[in-house]
């Protein structure tokens, strides 16, 4: 059984408000974003690699996204991705350049996407008092086997507990951020 660790916990909660950060950069909110095509992989050369990897991505303008692609026999595959990436975006080819207009987002599918975050900040949520039980049942084993006292044992479950207080309120806000930035 593992001993307490508070820095893992930190850790490891960090990690679920890194990973949240992450899924709701790729949501869209009627601006372009270059993040927007970070989760596209293109098959290419008999391998799936992500977007960045054969082109580079530029958002010269507040609806518009460039995409470089630098090996003209890339052009195709790349097109086809972004396309069939379920981003409905509809890239113009121009040589080895994609333009991707950002269209203009309808009511529906705003709340859709602000549905989208909601449930992001969720599965978020559920990791961090995933990690929390688990420090919980380690302070509990630790006091078991007679390594620390119940004094101690209560004292770093306070520290758990403000430590996940802490982290979900850091979810909450950059989800409720985002909402926003979704319904704008």
């Given at each position: ?10 850790r ?13 950069s ?21 391998a ?5 990897q ?25 097109d086809?991705?972004?396309?069939s ?16 207009p ?14 989208l ?6 599965a978020?949520r559920i ?17 078991n ?24 309120a ?15």
């Amino acid at each position: 059984m593992a001993k307490y660790d508070k820095a893992d916990l930190e850790r490891r909660m960090q990690g679920a408000v890194e990973a949240l950060k992450s899924d709701l950069s790729g949501l869209r909110t009627g601006r372009a974003h270059t993040a927007l095509l970070d989760p596209v992989t293109v098959e290419v050369y008999g391998a799936n690699m992500p977007l960045n990897q054969v082109a580079s991505v530029s958002a010269p303008e507040a609806r518009m996204l460039t995409v470089q692609v630098w090996d003209k026999s890339n052009v195709g595959p790349v097109d086809k991705a972004i396309r069939s990436a379920g981003l409905g975006l509809n890239p113009i080819v121009d040589g080895q350049m994609l333009r991707l207009p950002i269209p203009e987002m309808t009511q529906e599918r705003r709340k859709e996407l602000s549905k989208l975050a909601g449930k992001y900040a969720e599965a978020a949520r559920i990791a961090v008092r995933n990690v929390r039980r688990d420090g919980m049942d380690n302070l509990k084993a630790d006091e078991n086997k007679k390594e620390i006292s119940e004094d101690e044992r209560k004292r770093h479950e306070t520290e758990v507990q403000k430590l996940t207080d802490a982290t979900i309120a850091e979810l909450d806000a950059a989800a409720t951020s985002k909402e926003k930035e979704i319904l704008g």
